[in-house]
């Protein structure tokens, strides 16, 4: 019988994806669902719990207590203030001796990913589930990028690693050379937001998403859905470029065929 996963549950289509995954090929598995963040629906007909972000400690005995052996981590979390999160004993300690509180998002989670596999689990990614997540290398589509969209892809792979490896984000949107935003704490959606009202006359502009230089690849890869190809068009960007074997793209298919029908060319690159 397959070892029973525990999923740490964050907003998002990926959880749901692996949970599907999960009752299909029967595979056992419980949910750790976090207050304010889990979507309801999602854990609804499911073995779960429901926890607080800072209750490190309990989440963990309940992991035990429930024979869980493989932790995975899905979803978007919206990372909180140290003073809202009022970490419990173990999260206090955790903090006390990581210094995780001062670390970036992969420096944090890297931590965390540590300490869940010196209280014994065993930590994989979501890729580990489902074997078509992570972006192939080449067109996606039918909409190929022009040579200005190259030379931008280019110039925002570049960018996109140097932020990386100070542990800012993890993609950019660069239009005809400039670079018109840089994805920090907000996330790309909100990102693509703000591109809406800065960008130029003339080509649109083109999303890169890449992996940090250091990234934890079992938890916060960078990740594209159908909302990031609606929102990409909305800001009258005209293509997206990820980095193959290091990006998720959920729902492939579907990703693909909404690029193609908004006219948008989607492209996994190697840098």
């Known amino acids: ?23 299909k090929e029967d595979r056992p598995f ?15 007909g499911h073995p779960h719990d429901w926890v607080r972000l800072g209750a490190a400690g309990k989440t963990i005995s309940l992991l035990k207590d429930h024979n869980v052996t493989t ?14 999160i009022r970490p419990d004993a173990w999260g206090l300690k955790f903090l006390a001796k990581t210094g995780a509180g001062a670390f970036g998002d992969d420096g944090l989670l890297s931590r965390i990913v540590t300490a869940l596999e010196t209280e014994g689990f065993k930590v994989i990614g979501a ?35 140097e932020i990386g490896a100070l542990d800012i984000g993890q993609g950019v949107v660069v239009q005809d050379g400039l670079v018109l935003a840089v994805e920090a704490i907000e996330g790309t959606d909100q990102m693509l937001a703000r591109c809406k009202d800065i960008a130029r006359e003339g080509l649109g502009g083109v999303l890169v998403k890449a992996k940090k230089p250091e990234q934890e690849k079992r938890a916060d890869l960078p990740t594209i859905g159908i909302k990031t190809i609606q929102n990409a068009k909305e800001a009258g960007l005209r293509g997206i470029a990820v980095e193959a074997n290091g990006t998720i793209i959920v729902d492939r298919d579907a990703v693909i065929a909404e690029a193609n029908k908004l006219g948008l060319f989607v492209v996994g690159i190697t840098p």
């Open 1 to 23: 019988m397959a070892e029973k996963i525990g999923l740490l549950a964050g907003r998002g289509d990926l959880p749901k994806r692996i949970i599907d995954k999960c009752v």
């Open 30 to 44: 419980h949910i750790i669902a976090f207050k304010d963040q889990t979507d309801p629906a999602l854990v609804k």
């Open 127 to 161: 890729h580990e589930i489902l074997d078509d997540l992570l972006a192939p290398k080449g067109i996606l589509g039918d909409v190929h990028p022009d040579l200005q969209a190259q030379k931008d892809i280019e110039k925002g792979i570049k960018l996109a690693h």
């Open 71 to 84: 932790l995975l981590m899905a979803g978007q979390i919206k990372r909180p203030s140290m003073l809202s």
